[in-house]
């Protein structure tokens, strides 16, 4: 059964790092894509990161409000995504999912399936 | 403010149909696939359409999606109570390179 599952999350002050991370099972990351996304307490969805290996390059993509603080990489070997945030703030806080990123030929042929069940970041001091 | 524009809420009667529009631009909706999720209260969302109008195995044909310009609609027949829940469009601009959501749209069946 294809699965991601993150883990990591929780109480961390403003200006201090954490990593996430999503494990991967039932597929290997080597062929697909995965994205960070985040919401809010009672907001909407929020893109977040997506990396994605299109075979020739291993991209990064960032939304700009995260770019310069957030970093996502991967190790196949454990079959696993990372997400690690620096210089956190009380905006961060949100409840963070991984989805798996199908992409058919580029990045505007792609959707995201599946998806964890979310890990709670909250940046509070 | 999102970038995909989706009306905040939209309501029907149990057997009828609505429609849930998603409105973007040339950068993102024109020229890219647009998705389509579905978050039941309190869970993680889920794929609902892709590739503008395709559906995963699972999803019933209830749910149909289209793409026309600079807009995407999704529409549901047959509401039922189960139905309720936040539906979020989502495409990839290409003038930013970012992945992007629509605000999201409650759908309540009275």
């Known amino acids: 059964q294809v699965q991601v599952e993150e883990w990591g999350g929780g109480v961390v002050q403003p200006g201090r790092s954490l990593r996430l991370s999503c494990g991967a099972s039932g597929f290997t990351l080597r062929s697909y894509g995965v994205n960070w996304v985040r919401q809010a307490p009672g907001k909407g969805l929020e893109w977040v990161a997506l990396?994605?290996?299109?075979?020739?390059?291993?991209?990064?993509y960032y939304a700009g409000s995260v770019k310069g603080r957030f970093s996502i990489s991967r190790d196949t070997s454990k079959n696993t995504v990372y997400l690690q945030m620096s210089s956190l703030r009380a905006d961060d806080t949100a409840v963070y999912y991984c989805?798996?990123?199908?992409?058919?030929?580029?990045?505007?042929?792609?959707?995201?399936?599946?998806w964890g069940q979310g890990t709670l970041v909250t940046v509070s001091s | 403010q999102s970038v995909l524009t989706q009306p905040p809420s939209v309501s029907a009667a149990p057997g009828q149909k609505v429609t849930i529009s998603c409105s973007g631009s040339s950068s993102n909706i024109g020229n890219n696939y647009v998705s389509w999720y579905r978050q039941l209260p309190g869970t993680a969302p889920k794929l609902l359409i892709y590739?503008?109008?395709k559906r995963p195995s699972g999803i019933p044909d209830r749910f149909s999606a289209s793409k026309s310009g600079t807009s995407a609609t999704l529409g549901i027949t047959g509401l039922q109570t189960g139905d309720e829940a936040d539906y979020y469009c989502?495409?990839?601009?290409?003038?930013?390179?970012?992945?992007?959501f629509g605000g999201g749209t409650k759908l309540t069946v009275l």
């Open positions: 990396i994605w290996d299109d075979g020739t390059n291993n991209n990064k």
């Open positions: 989805a798996r990123a199908v992409v058919l030929t580029a990045v505007g042929d792609s959707w995201f399936d599946p």
């Open positions: 989502g495409t990839w601009d290409s003038s930013l390179s970012v992945g992007i």
């Open positions: 590739d503008n109008n």
